[in-house]
T-cell receptor, first 115, second 115 residues
Framework: AQKVTQAQTEISVVEKEDVTLDCVYE???????LFWYKQPPSGELVFLIR??????QNEISGRYSWNFQKSTSSFNFTITASQVVDSAVYFC????????????FGTGTSLTVIP | KAGVTQTPRYLIKTRGQQVTLSCSPI?????VSWYQQTPGQGLQFLFE???????NKGNFPGRFSGRQFSNSRSEMNVSTLELGDSALYLC??????????????FGPGTRLTVL
């Protein structure tokens, strides 16, 4: 079975602080895909990143970085120097090679950046 | 390119009625998936259509159905509405290349309220 756990329900940080959002996944597939999405108050899910199971290279995009560790089944997301515009709900998602576009989402982490 | 569009954005229905939601994917995307988002259950996969065929189905009752047209536009229908069907219904489209599953791009959603 596929499962994604985001243990942090809500996080509040002061602007310019760094924050890490945790994501732990479970899957029996040997090939799978991990994703992060941002959902601002408007409701639309915005794609942030995709990572394939065979590519453990970490990625940095501006103030965003992602740490993928197969050994701990984790795919954590760090925002450096947070800004008020980063306030949103962030979802981690998993899809397996056998389930294709059926994404399994975590319960989301609500991030509030206080000015 | 235009993003995923969903109509209508808001709907109010009463119990027992039926409803049809529409989704137009990004041009060139042939996979369309539907998700239900509620505060209690989070984001749950409803079904996926690819080339007019349902390829994947989540764990929802038969009252939830969908279809896809030759232009990849998709509709989902919910019959005999229940109060618990009140939710944000999100549509996502995806470009598949050589059997690799890619990120899904989401529309703004249809907010359904059942009274």
């Amino acid at each position: 079975a596929q499962k994604v756990t985001q243990a942090q329900t809500e996080i509040s940080v002061v602007e310019k602080e760094d924050v890490t959002l945790d994501c732990v996944y479970e899957t029996r597939d040997t090939t799978y895909y991990l994703f992060w999405y941002k959902q601002p108050p408007s409701g639309e899910l915005v794609f942030l990143i995709r990572r394939n199971s065979f590519d453990e290279q970490n990625e940095i995009s501006g103030r965003y970085s992602w740490n993928f560790q197969k050994s701990t089944s984790s795919f954590n997301f760090t925002i450096t120097a947070s800004q008020v515009v980063d306030s949103a709900v962030y979802f981690c998602a998993l899809s397996g090679a056998n389930t294709g576009n059926q994404f399994y989402f975590g319960t989301g982490t609500s991030l509030t950046v206080i000015p | 390119k235009a993003g995923v569009t969903q109509t209508p954005r808001y709907l109010i229905k009463t119990r027992g009625q039926q409803v049809t939601l529409s989704c137009s994917p990004i041009s060139g995307h042939r996979s369309v998936s539907w998700y239900q988002q509620t505060p209690g259950q989070g984001l749950q996969f409803l079904f996926e259509y690819f080339s007019e065929t349902q390829r994947n189905k989540g764990n929802f009752p038969g009252r939830f159905s969908g279809r896809q047209f030759s232009n990849s536009r998709s509709e989902m229908n919910v019959s005999t509405l229940e109060l618990g069907d009140s939710a944000l219904y999100l549509c996502a489209s995806s470009l598949e290349t050589s059997g690799t599953f890619n990120e899904q791009f989401f529309g703004p959603g249809t907010r359904l309220t059942v009274l």
